[in-house]
């Protein structure tokens, strides 16, 4: 079971559409003080509640719960009412208006409540840390309601995905339960390729940008009857899982790169300092190190957002790079209108260049394979021994 929830400002177009018999739509529950007449009037009676709060501008809460192919048997109607009232006491909307009616209009399960979040006293119901309460929400009433848990590990193998849409789902499933649990990109990557699911970037070799995120699951992971891998792309399984949505929890790749070839380039600065005389370090230390963030202005901003600029810095690195880059790791493959597709590794690889012969100045090293994404607690170790060992030799 997944739930995801949008606010809005309008009843009526979200009504007709959750109560549009195209769509096969048939009420699971409701609460008192609507009219079911019909879709006009449903919004009245929401519109008047809401009404009570003039304040509030986004009284619309359109909630969607998900459910797998597998839990059709055990969500008849009466089963399934259940469940929409005792998710809506547990997110704090159990004194609301609200209608919930299941669509059939996809193979997987499904329902979609309209809250209104002008309660019963006229009050705006909070929406403080409403993710995250729908993410355990969501998880505790699975495992209570013995609900179908996304497939782990090895049951990916089992043959029971048939069609894209049942293969897009499932994938969905996954990639959400490992980024909810993931606290840092290589976590995130390392848990999805226990059930091969592979994780890459859309990089633009010609504007230097990232442009988004796709995931892709082997063929013979989904049937024998696929002639080739399956990918999608984070937007096309769920707005939750675009490059902007999994940066905002995960880090700006920029970000955290330009941070850790900081942390190299200081290394290097020291050592350069520790191996040349005191004069010698007055009169071009300057020189060769100067400011990190102004040598690297564009890597520098990208501290302030919470994802990548998709147009990139327009310098772009030379052909022969990306020819050895594909020779070196085997998570890159081209992706047409001068974009390659790249796992972390080959990432880490490109956004790493503007920084080496700032790092190697002097006599001083870097390398990207360093860095972890957030999972560097080695390097990090061994530049703090470091700090110490110079700490200690001065006294």
């Not at 957002?305 to 020779?327: I, Q, V």
Request: proline residues 3%; aromatic residues 10%; hydrophobic residues 35%.
């Amino acid at each position: 079971m997944i739930g995801k929830i949008l606010h809005g400002s309008a009843f009526g177009g979200l009504v007709k559409y959750v109560n549009d018999p195209r769509k096969m739509a048939t009420l699971v529950a409701a609460s008192d003080g609507v009219n079911l007449s019909n879709s006009q009037a449903i919004t009245d009676s929401f519109v008047m509640q809401a009404g009570l709060s003039y304040r509030t501008k986004k009284p619309v809460a359109h909630i969607i719960l998900a459910f797998s192919p597998e839990d059709v048997e055990q969500l008849e109607d009466r089963n399934l009412e259940r469940i929409v009232h005792d998710y809506l006491k547990r997110m704090g909307y159990d004194d609301n208006q609200f209608v919930a009616f299941r669509h059939f209009d996809k193979k997987h399960p499904h329902v979609h409540i309209i809250v209104n979040r002008v309660n019963f006293q006229g009050r705006c119901t909070s929406d403080s840390h409403e993710k995250d309460r729908n993410i355990k929400v969501c998880k505790d009433m699975t495992n209570e309601y013995g609900l179908y848990k996304p497939f782990r590990k090895n049951s990916v193998n089992e043959k029971r995905l048939h069609s894209m849409d049942a293969i897009r789902y499932q994938m969905m499933h996954c990639i959400m339960e490992s980024f909810q649990s993931a606290t840092n990109w290589k976590q995130f990557q390392d848990d999805l390729a226990l059930v091969g699911i592979r994780c890459r970037f859309r990089y633009n070799k010609k504007s230097n940008g990232i442009e988004g995120i796709s995931f892709s699951i082997a063929k013979d992971r989904v049937g024998t009857k696929m002639r080739h891998d399956v990918s999608f792309s984070g937007k096309q399984l769920d707005p939750s899982l675009t490059l902007d949505r999994l940066c905002q929890k995960l880090g700006n790749p920029l970000a955290i790169v330009h941070e850790q070839a900081r942390d190299m380039y200081e290394d290097a600065r020291l050592d350069w300092i520790e191996s040349h005389n005191e004069s010698e370090v007055r009169s071009r230390i300057d020189k060769l190190f100067p400011d990190f963030d102004l040598r690297f202005p564009f890597q520098a901003e990208s501290k302030i957002f919470s994802h990548p600029d998709y147009f990139g810095d327009d310098k772009s690195l030379s052909s022969s790079f990306f020819s050895e880059l594909a020779d070196k790791f085997d998570d890159v493959a081209d992706a047409g209108n001068g974009a390659i597709h790249v796992g972390l590794a080959a990432l880490a690889e490109i956004l790493f260049q503007p920084y080496q012969p700032a790092i190697s100045a002097g006599g001083g090293g870097g390398s990207s394979s360093k860095r972890g994404w957030g999972d560097d607690d080695k390097y990090k170790k061994k530049k703090r021994n470091q700090s110490v060992s110079r700490t200690r030799g001065r006294h």
